[in-house]
């Protein structure tokens, strides 16, 4: 198993962090949700989610303080992000759609109204004081080393010894994503929702028409 340097990212982390957040939208296809669902390149998404990044909002998918990273050699080759729903008193959800009205431009909010009852069909709500788990990408040339099942499993123990009332940590994937579905399995997670649509507008704008929710009961 390859050696790493685990530690909390850093604002200087922000590149590889939009990175993290783009491939895992990504999850294996090359549909990028950031632009499908908001009319931007690719490029644009990059600076934007940067952009909300270094607002370092606490709490959320898009907080640089949710983030793990495994460090090789002095450089940052896997990351992962996880908070506790609702710990800041403001729903993750909530955080995220005031970074996206604050940093977006008009046209890009607008597109995303067009089009949310049609995404909307997959949309699971976070469960309030639980483990939430977001991003998580591995370099290629790093992958087969278990990067990302044992960042999880740091900040299990990290989120969950620091709020022992917390049980539950949870992790939302689409069902392309078959990698991910089976190292959460490996992880002892477990399938405890499914959501498909049925709909052949929404391929036109994420990876999948389905996706699941997997759980993992904590103790420590």
């Known amino acids: 198993m390859i050696d790493v340097v685990f530690r909390n990212a850093t604002i200087a982390d922000v590149p590889f962090l939009a990175k993290t957040i783009i491939e895992a939208e990504k999850s294996g296809t090359d549909k990028l949700t950031y632009t499908?669902?908001?009319g931007l390149t690719e490029d644009q998404a990059r600076n934007y989610i940067s952009e909300m990044l270094s607002e370092e909002v606490d709490g959320c998918e898009l907080s640089i303080s949710s983030f793990l990273i495994a460090e090789k050699d002095g450089r940052p080759v896997?990351?992962?992000s996880a908070w506790i729903e609702g710990i800041t008193g403001?729903?993750?959800?909530?955080?995220?759609?005031?970074?996206?009205?604050?940093?977006?431009p008009e046209s890009c909010l607008l597109h995303l109204r067009?089009?949310?009852?049609?995404?909307g069909e997959l949309h699971i709500e976070y469960i309030h004081n639980t483990i939430q788990f977001g991003a998580g990408f591995v370099d290629s040339e790093y992958r087969g080393h278990r990067l990302l099942a044992r960042i999880n499993d740091k900040l299990i123990?990290?989120?969950?010894?620091?709020?022992?009332?917390?049980?539950?940590?949870?992790i939302q994937?689409?069902?392309c994503n078959t990698p991910s579905l089976r190292s959460c399995v490996n992880q002892g997670f477990k399938?405890?929702?499914?959501?498909?649509?049925?709909?052949?507008e929404?391929?036109?704008?994420l990876p999948s028409n389905k996706k699941v929710l997997v759980r993992r009961e904590l103790c420590y």
Do not use: C, H, W
Request: charged share 20%.
């Open 36 to 38: 499908t669902v908001l």
């Open 114 to 119: 067009e089009i949310n009852s049609v995404i």
């Open 173 to 175: 994937i689409f069902s």
């Open 202 to 205: 929404i391929l036109k704008y």
């Open 191 to 200: 399938t405890v929702l499914e959501k498909e649509s049925m709909n052949p």
């Open 78 to 80: 896997a990351a992962v």
């Open 157 to 170: 123990d990290r989120l969950g010894r620091s709020n022992p009332d917390v049980k539950e940590a949870y």
């Open 90 to 104: 403001v729903s993750s959800s909530i955080l995220k759609a005031n970074l996206l009205q604050y940093i977006l």
